[in-house]
């Protein structure tokens, strides 16, 4: 007997409702008698039950993959045996990028595939960008007084401003089937992804469609019969990021401004449940004044409105637009259109420009190409810092109600009040008994910011007695709060203090009665019964020493993290663990700290300038893309700045970088053009930003960097490829280790591994040790080497995997993250170190390494993990970690170069020319005398002088030293003007030294 074949409506429900499954990407087949082929196809998500008999239904697919199949008796569903893209990878649970309300119904998105227009089936990307432009356009409907509103004209005007915009992500509003079948007839517009096409059957007037250069997932709410809106969703920089395309009920009706109140509360509340960030931009129909509280409230900044806070931005402006004048009743000019950015302490795109555009009527005539003006922002995304945040930036955490700060009575105390809790308060077993201070609190992440901040506060309140006097009462619509009273003269200004600390945690404090402090006891259903049920309260006396800071994961209870001494300050992590991780992250703050908020304004304006100035040379506009540390989200507040600009190929790069400099004459402080470098380079200093410009010539341009991959390597020349590949560098290294743990983690190491390294002097291409780029892709290979294991691990614990992962690596055999890399052929003698690049040509990255800096390195390494072990166990040892190297006091082994020049410039050419022969010195010592050489990065400058050492030892006398010293200083001074002795530390004192 055959297996019975479930049927395609058990299929159906199946997708649909199984959370594993993407029900985006499957299809239905079904016979169709109009069709040619007599099979028409739906995406699932489309599909209505009452539009065709189930028995019609022939197939399921999800890709090029048939899952169902009636005739041929196929059910891969029974067995899960289905395509990777079937299953949801973004949320666990659920696999979307958020929870959508029942309301919000997923829809189709299409693409210009081949010859027509079709649904696009595959499943969102991530996507690493900088820049993201928006625009929102309500186009005005044909479908009435088309003698008024001369259509085709219109139509070449719209498409043009929307073409010149470039916007990413476009939101029309009252777009209609003529219109779009003439924009769509465009090669550039073929180029989006979109939310509708004229050719679908539903398409009405009025609508709303939405045009992105990124594919993205779709949902829509039909708030009328007419009226839909519309929620687009991508993944940009590992973050979710939605956007509400939005046309609120016009002002024709009395109740305009209550509709779009419920209108704006019903999208606002739905993109709030989403996680990541938001847009809402389109045609509010709103006056100036309109649910500008509710606006507030709901963290939703104008971005015009905070950008040009004195233009009244007019974009239905009846004053100068004779079709706005003429459809309109009040004759008013209006702001109608806006563009809304959630904007919260979490959020990572800012706002940095925003503009007006389709502004100036149709040639020839005085009419304009609609009713409205066309409004683009443009946004810049700001890499979060995951735990890692500087001072400034504290009042940006936002508060949870898993973690509180309280005081907690001694134990002895808990035998009175535990056994009435047990009975009767229904959250005995989440809380400890505790008298709250703050609820509402910082995640435990932030523990150790938090009581860094709240030490100062707490050293200055001395111990106090506190009583807990009597019963009080809350009472609420449904029942009633027991408590008991807790009476001290020094509760209140505690929690004042507090309060004023962390103003955005006000829980308690925003209440009509303000701060009550209060020990909850039980719920009861009145006070009568309350005060009739619970017995004769003691009152019980002790001393407050200490507030504790708790919080709590999923259902668990609350758990006291740490405690802050009252008189004395002293912090006290009770989970050692955490102890280890909280100070650990505070050595990091110091040492690394975080861009600040200045910093970040003169990078963007810096990086703005330059831009501007590519612009004008390349006659289009463009976008710098950030490369090396910068666009990993590792840089430091000193770090350079490497950015990328795509130039067309008929543009030469020395005519390119020379119009750059000319451009910006006046702007920047120096500004220096390696034309002879390995890549050429423009250095700038604007703003004391130091920006490392470089340039790649596309044949194809303009072109979206995004869509640029290894295989297109043949379209570029060997250096625009090589300059190019430092941006693919990091788009691989993130996707290997996105794999293994979160992106914001990985980050964290990578500060702490290059911190390190830079403390202990051995970061560092040019001296023959690891660069940035090296030692990144190190601290990645460790992160592919994670054991697997559920619980997350804390920025101590992966610092203590590196170091146990790189101490024990053979290092015979290569670290390379992709396969391409691991077939790699490294030179077995010279290789000391190889670490493979990810981008094809392959190579070892660290090349200079020698053979006595390795052994340094491989030290170093050891070093830290011995220190890593002591310091899990006591955190006060992570400090010694990062303690910065010292060379040996004694000079007996002590070689120094000393340069001098004639001027500054002078001098920093001969110290770059130094740093560029370092390692040829350094193998010709180990070479001819056998000696292990420890280069100390840097140089010891005085006035136009500047000294490197290095470290020497011998086997032997060191015979020979002077022939090698000598032919080196031969060799600088062939090459250079300028002095150069070289010698033993010992000799210098009482001589010039030899080589001079």
């Known amino acids: 007997m055959k297996p019975r074949l479930k049927t395609s409506w058990e299929t159906y429900n199946r997708i649909i409702w199984d959370t594993k499954l993407n029900e985006r990407v499957f299809v239905i087949g079904y016979i169709d008698r109009v069709a040619k082929s007599g099979i028409g196809e739906k995406p699932v998500i489309e599909w209505s039950t009452s539009d065709i008999p189930w028995s019609r239904v022939q197939y399921f697919s999800c890709g090029d993959t048939i899952v169902w199949d009636r005739n041929k008796r196929i059910d891969l569903l029974e067995s899960d045996d289905l395509p990777a893209m079937a299953f949801n990878k973004n949320n666990a649970g659920t696999g979307k990028i958020g929870l959508p309300s029942a309301d919000f119904i997923p829809k189709p998105v299409y693409h210009f595939q081949g010859e027509n227009w079709g649904y696009f089936k595959q499943p969102t990307q991530n996507l690493e960008i900088s820049q993201l432009k928006i625009a929102t356009y309500n186009i005005l409907s044909d479908e009435y007084k088309q003698d008024f509103i001369p259509a085709n004209e219109r139509f070449v005007a719209i498409a043009e ?51 992105s250069k990124y594919s993205f997932e779709l949902e829509a709410f039909d708030y009328s019969d007419r009226k839909q809106f519309l929620v687009g969703s991508w993944t940009f920089n590992q973050r979710p990021f939605h956007l509400c395309g939005v046309h609120l009920s016009s002002n024709m009706a009395d109740n305009a ?166 009975l009767y308060d229904s959250k005995v077993g989440r809380w400890m008994p505790h008298i709250t201070l703050i609820y509402g609190f910082w995640p435990e992440e932030y523990f150790e910011l938090a009581a860094e901040q709240i030490a100062p506060i707490a050293k200055r309140i001395n111990p106090f007695s506190l009583e807990l006097k009597e019963y009080g009462y809350f009472s609420h619509r449904l029942n009633t709060t027991a408590w008991v009273l807790p009476v001290s003269d020094e509760l209140k200004p505690l929690q004042a203090s507090l309060q004023a600390l962390f103003p955005n945690c006000d829980e308690q404090s925003k209440r009509a009665q303000g ?70 992250r505070k050595v990091l703050r110091t040492l690394a700290p975080s861009i600040s908020t200045t910093q970040k304004e003169l990078q963007a304006f810096a990086l703005d300038c330059v831009r501007q100035a590519c612009e004008e040379i390349v006659g289009y506009k463009v976008a710098l893309h950030l490369l090396g540390s910068a666009k990993l989200g590792t840089a430091s507040s000193t770090s350079d700045l490497d950015a990328l600009c795509l130039i067309p190929a008929g543009l030469s790069k020395l005519d390119f970088f020379e119009n750059v400099q000319r451009k910006l004459d006046g702007i ?136 146990k992962t790189v101490s024990s690596h053979n290092w015979e055999r290569l670290v390379a993250l992709t396969e391409e890399g691991k077939n790699c052929k490294v030179r077995s003698k010279q290789d000391r170190m190889p670490i493979i690049t990810c981008i094809a040509p392959h190579f070892n990255s660290a090349r200079n390494v020698t053979a006595s800096t390795a052994k340094t390195i491989k030290r170093e390494i050891r070093r830290g993990l011995t220190i890593s072990k002591q310091s899990m166990q006591n955190e006060k040892l992570w400090a010694s970690l990062f303690e910065k190297a010292k060379r040996p006091a004694s000079e007996e082994n002590l070689l120094k170069i000393r340069l001098q020049a004639k001027d500054e410039a002078h001098l920093q050419q001969l110290c770059g020319w130094l740093e560029g022969n370092i390692v040829g010195l350094i193998i010709s010592l180990e070479k001819h005398l056998e000696a ?14 500047a000294i490197a050492c290095l470290s020497v030892s011998f086997d032997g006398e060191g015979v020979g030293l002077d022939g090698v010293l000598k032919e080196f200083s031969h060799r600088f001074q062939a090459e250079n003007t300028g002095e150069i002795v070289c010698g033993r530390a010992t000799e210098l004192k009482n001589s010039r030294g030899l080589g001079h």
């Open 668 to 803: 920047c402080a120096k500004s220096t053009l390696a034309m002879d470098a390995h890549v050429p380079i423009l250095r700038l200093e604007i703003e004391s930003v130091a920006i490392d410009l470089l340039c790649v010539q596309q044949a194809n341009f303009p072109a979206v960097i995004q869509t640029i991959e290894e295989e297109d390597a043949s379209r570029f020349d060997e250096i625009s490829w090589q300059a190019f590949s430092g941006y693919l560098e990091v788009e691989r290294i993130l996707e290997q280790v996105v794999l293994h743990l979160p992106k914001a983690d990985f980050i964290s190491l990578v500060k702490a591994v290059r911190t390190w390294a830079k403390a202990r002097l051995i970061k560092g291409n040019a001296w023959g040790f690891l660069g940035n780029y090296s030692w990144t892709v190190l601290a990645a290979w460790a992160c592919t080497r994670l054991p697997e294991q559920g619980k997350r691990l804390g920025i101590d614990e992966l610092l203590l995997h590196f170091f």
């Open 161 to 211: 401003h929307l073409k010149a915009c470039d916007a990413a992500i476009i939101v029309l509003q009252e777009a209609t089937r003529n219109f779009l079948k003439y924009l769509f007839d465009s090669a550039w517009a073929k180029e989006y992804f979109v939310s509708d096409v004229p050719m679908n059957t539903h398409f009405y007037t009025h609508r709303v469609v939405i045009l």
């Open 932 to 945: 292990e050489v420890r280069p100390w990065i840097g140089f010891e400058e005085k006035g136009l002088e």
């Open 257 to 422: 401004p209550t509709i779009r109140a419920r209108q704006l509360a019903i999208l606002t509340e739905h993109l709030q449940a989403l996680s990541g960030d938001f847009v809402i931009a389109g045609d509010f129909n709103m006056r100036e004044e309109e649910n500008k509280v509710f606006l507030k409230e709901k963290h939703l900044q104008d971005v015009w409105r905070s950008l040009h806070p004195k233009d009244l931005g007019y974009t239905f402006d009846t004053t100068k637009n004779r079709i706005a004048a003429h459809f309109s009743l009040s004759k008013i000019p209006s702001r109608y259109d806006r563009i809304l950015l959630h904007h919260t302490r979490k959020t990572t795109w800012n706002a940095e420009n925003v503009e007006l555009f389709a502004c100036e009527p149709l040639k020839g005539n005085d009419t304009y190409p609609s009713d409205h003006f066309g409004l683009s922002a443009t946004f810049s995304y700001e890499e979060p810092t995951s735990k890692e945040v500087s001072i400034s930036t504290l009042e940006n955490i936002q508060p949870t109600y898993r973690s509180a700060i309280v005081i907690i009575p001694p134990k002895a105390a808990w035998k009175t009040i535990q056994p009435l809790r047990e």
């Open 515 to 584: 701060y009550s402090p209060h020990l909850s006891i039980g719920q009861f259903d009145s006070v009568i019964e309350a005060k009739q049920i619970l017995p004769m309260w003691s009152s019980i006396d002790f001393e407050v020493g200490a507030i504790a800071l708790i919080s709590r994961v999923g259902e668990e209870p609350f758990n006291v993290q740490c405690e802050v001494e009252l008189g004395t300050g002293k912090i006290k992590y009770l989970d050692k663990a955490k102890a280890s991780r909280f100070a650990l």
